[in-house]
């Protein structure tokens, strides 16, 4: 009895072995070739193979051997040599998608592609084909399941009925599929089961470890070599939590037409502008930002009259030196975001939205008149915010930078210098897109007018962008700022704008932009206070002395590539600073950006 007990389980376990680790989730399906000798194999054991496009493993290498030998009768006390074994699991779940004869395994080109982990679900035994609700007769493998299940009794499924045959497997998937396995093996040998392997079943196995060997050998080398790769890029990553982003503008800036006798500024330029953020997550969520900028570019006098300036040369120091440009740190609490700023963190960083479609100095307008000019007049630095999600379309906004924390000199620090608060209400929607908002800044210096005293803004500000189309976007938007220059008096700051883009026009990723409107200009100066020399210094320029100045700006975004566009875009401002007397300004200018 002890002897016929044994027997069965030498002929038992390379054959549930063999067939399990065959057809379960996670074993290797090859591309076939055509071959009537193997078909006529699959046919001997009722496996109905076909040809797959990808496979998932976790097994390095997968070795099956039987002896040619015939096999004896148990009484004949023959000796039949079945070994299967499993050799090199790999530490980590790898899928890889199975690549033509001529395609080098080189050509995986990122980890994220080679690092996926299956689901962690405990399974269950099945006893019956019926039972796995997503194995349907059509499926190629339906056969050998079945074959599995009803001969056998070595199939587990997912507690939710499912088998997820195109899923990979993990290791502990694996453990439990073999641990099914196991437990029929005790059981028939317990039940001294006759007939557990056939001849046939032996013989097929030799001739599918023979017929997949080149196939099994491929497979190993390049999981080996894959395995090899992470091991290099582990090893010389930057940084595990780091990642590294990057923009690069180059830029030419042509004045065609502006009044010299006003503007001794306005020489054709061209320069640059360099932008290299280290992205840092710690959760997943956060983000640590660290920006470094170098930059030469400037603007022409004839459109700085009016705040207006190039989107790309209007920040920061132009001195070409590298700079710290932006320092903050954001992270999510809830429904609620935190945004905190340590460097030049202010107005549009804390709000969900400035909804503008063309609020970019690489890819949006060419001139800063792109951001809505509402946010553009809060001072920043250091400080901190938050964007309180309401509902799936609303949030609350709000912040508070101040621009002279780091000074503790009287009139400044973090409460008592050049501050700006804000506060805004944001929709979102493939609709539309809107926001109003509230702010209330204070400058030490001059603000828009030539008067050196400390200024109070109250900022009221609102902005929609509607989207009728993929292809149409339209929309516009109004700033109203009353000052305050303390001991002088008061005056009034408005702005608007009007938007229309065409994106993707004659490719993906292209934009047809087109922004007119009146940048910044100054009303309201009452008694004429403002007029009239102070220490020699006028009280009030030109600025917005006789009519409201006016802008036009057309670009086209034309992308080369996913990492480099190139935008031509020329602009015209009537009126410039307001005043009638002084010529309208006509300038031109093309970018290029790069992102990596």
């Known amino acids: 009895m002890a002897t016929k007990v044994f027997w069965n389980a030498l002929l ?67 000796e039949v040599d079945v070994t299967v074994a499993l050799d090199d699991i790999t530490e980590t779940e790898v899928q890889v998608a199975q690549a033509a004869p001529e395609q080098p395994a080189s050509e995986v080109s990122s980890i994220d592609e080679i690092l996926q982990y299956g689901s962690q679900d405990s399974l269950s035994q099945v006893t019956s084909i019926t039972q796995l609700s997503d194995v349907r007769p059509e499926d190629w493998a339906f056969q050998a399941l079945q074959s599995l299940v009803e001969r056998y009794g070595c ?13 990979a497997m993990t290791r502990y998937e694996f453990a439990a599929g073999l641990n099914a396995c196991l437990d029929r093996i005790s059981e028939l040998i317990a039940a001294s089961t006759a007939d557990l392997a056939t001849r046939e079943d032996l013989a097929t196995l030799q001739r599918l470890q023979e017929e997949f ?73 956060d983000l640590l930002r660290a920006r470094l900028q170098a930059r030469n570019f400037q603007s022409f006098d004839s459109l700085a009259v009016n705040n207006m300036g190039w989107s790309f040369g209007q920040d920061g120091s132009a001195n070409n030196n590298i700079a710290l440009d932006d320092l903050l740190y954001t992270f999510p609490v809830g429904n609620v975001q935190v945004i905190i700023g340590a460097n030049s963190i202010g107005d549009s960083d804390f709000v969900a939205t400035t909804v503008s479609p063309f609020d970019s100095g690489g890819q949006g307008s060419l001139t800063n008149f792109g951001t809505p000019q509402q946010y553009s007049v809060i001072p920043g630095g250091f400080g901190a915010g938050a964007i309180v999600q309401l509902s799936e379309n609303f949030s609350l906004d709000f912040g508070y930078a101040s621009g ?24 979102l929607s493939d609709a539309f897109d809107a926001a109003v908002m509230y702010s209330n800044s204070y400058f030490n210096d001059s603000f828009f007018l030539n008067v050196d005293r400390p ?54 990723g292209n934009l047809l932009g087109i922004l007119f409107g009146a940048p910044l200009y100054a009303r309201g100066f009452g008694d004429g206070v403002f007029f009239g020399t102070e220490n020699g210094t006028a ?21 080369v590539t996913d990492r480099i566009s190139i935008t031509p875009g020329v602009i015209w401002l009537n009126n410039p600073g307001g005043d009638t007397d002084v010529s309208d300004t006509f300038a031109g200018a093309i970018r290029t950006t790069f992102s990596f």
């Open 539 to 559: 009280l009030v320029d030109s600025r917005g002395a006789n009519r409201i100045p006016f802008a036009i700006e057309g670009f086209y975004r034309f992308r």
């Open 213 to 285: 060997a080149a196939e099994l050998a491929t497979l190993r080398g390049r999981v080996d070599n894959l395995e090899a790769r992470v091991a290099e890029l582990e090893a010389n990553q930057f940084s595990t939590t780091t990642q590294l982003r990057g923009e690069t503008i180059f830029a030419v800036a042509v004045p065609f037409d502006y009044d010299d006798d006003e503007f001794d500024n306005s020489q054709a330029i061209g320069g640059y502008r360099v932008r290299l953020n280290f992205d840092t997550s710690f959760t997943g969520e």
């Open 155 to 167: 199939i587990a499924g997912y507690p939710d009925g499912t088998y997820r045959g195109q899923s």
């Open 12 to 78: 038992t376990t390379p054959t549930l072995l063999g067939a399990a680790l065959m057809m379960s989730t996670s074993a290797v399906a090859v591309e076939l070739q055509p071959n009537a000798e193997v078909d006529s194999l699959f046919n001997d054991i009722s496996l109905d193979l076909e040809a797959t496009d990808s496979f998932s493993t976790s097994v390095t290498s997968l070795e099956i051997s039987a002896a040619p030998a015939e096999v004896a009768a148990p009484e004949a006390q023959a």
């Open 404 to 427: 002279e924390a780091g000074i503790s000199a009287d009139g400044a620090g973090l409460f008592n210098g050049d501050y700006g608060a804000i506060v805004q209400l944001s929709f």
């Open 455 to 508: 200024q109070v803004l109250n900022v009221y500000g609102a902005q929609v962008n509607f989207k009728p189309a993929d292809f149409l976007q339209i929309g516009g938007g109004i700033a109203y700022i009353p000052t305050r220059v303390i001991g002088r008096g008061d005056y009034d700051v408005w702005s608007y704008q009007g938007t229309v883009a065409f994106p993707d026009l004659g490719g993906e």
